[in-house]
């Protein structure tokens, strides 16, 4: 069965560093979401992107987040500037639409800011 | 707007009990899904099932069984003779769907810890 994959698994930066997300979504997916779920919480929706573009995002993606398909496959999440808030799985999921519309995640990111 | 409760914050059953977790949502559209995921200690999100909103029919499968009422808002799963197993956080969410996917993102619930106890 096709997979969405996200690496790494878990990743430990500093506090003001920049982080890199990285994803790559079914390949016939058109859809691509990243969410985020802060330990303990519910998962939150943060971003999605269509047709090479955001086609909306949460009031959590904030300047500090930018997304990118630099190459077709990939699916990134960049956090400029990384605060101990960010602390959380970041979720990436992608979907097509239609009579098989589904909804498929990766495993997860735990991203731990200290 | 669109929100999805869970009421139930943890539920404790022993071994072999029926065990319901309930889900109330919110919409304004017409068209939408509903899903069920497990989240394992491991982290990640399984896919339990997806029902859209033009077919009530209930679903079974295997120990695993979906209600889903229209005139209540509710979508609640039954687990039949749980096991150790099946101890996790279960989430349900909703999507809109009717705009035809560019942003169809999943509203999730805060989720129900289930613990089952051998």
């Known amino acids: 069965e096709p997979e969405v994959t996200q690496t790494p698994s878990h990743q430990v930066t500093q506090m003001g560093q920049e982080v890199i997300l990285r994803c790559v979504p079914i390949s016939n997916h058109l859809y691509f979401y990243w969410y985020r779920q802060i330990l303990g919480q519910k998962v939150e929706f943060l971003v999605s992107f269509y047709n090479n573009e955001i086609s909306e995002k949460s009031e959590i993606f904030d300047d500090q987040f930018s997304v990118e398909r630099p190459d077709g496959s990939n699916f990134t999440l960049k956090i400029r500037s990384t605060k101990l808030e960010d602390s959380a799985m970041y979720f990436c999921a992608s979907t097509t639409t239609g009579i098989s519309y589904g909804y498929t995640f990766g495993s997860g990111t735990r991203l731990t800011v200290v | 707007a669109q929100k999805v409760t869970q009421a139930q914050t943890e539920i404790s059953v022993v071994e072999k009990e029926d065990v319901t977790l309930d889900c109330v949502y919110e919409?304004?559209?017409?068209?939408?899904?509903l899903f069920w995921y497990k989240q394992p200690p491991s982290g990640e999100l399984v896919f339990l099932i997806r029902?859209?909103?033009?077919?009530?029919q209930n679903e079974i499968s295997g120990r695993y069984s979906w209600n889903f009422q229209k005139s209540t808002s509710s979508f609640n799963f039954t687990i039949t003779a749980s096991q150790v197993v099946d101890s996790a956080v279960y989430f349900c969410?909703?999507?809109?769907?009717?705009?035809?996917?560019?942003?169809?993102?999943?509203?999730f619930g805060t989720g129900t810890l289930l613990a089952v106890q051998p």
């Open positions: 919409t304004r559209d017409t068209t939408y899904y």
């Open positions: 029902r859209n909103s033009f077919d009530e």
């Open positions: 969410a909703l999507s809109e769907a009717g705009g035809g996917g560019a942003t169809n993102k999943l509203i």
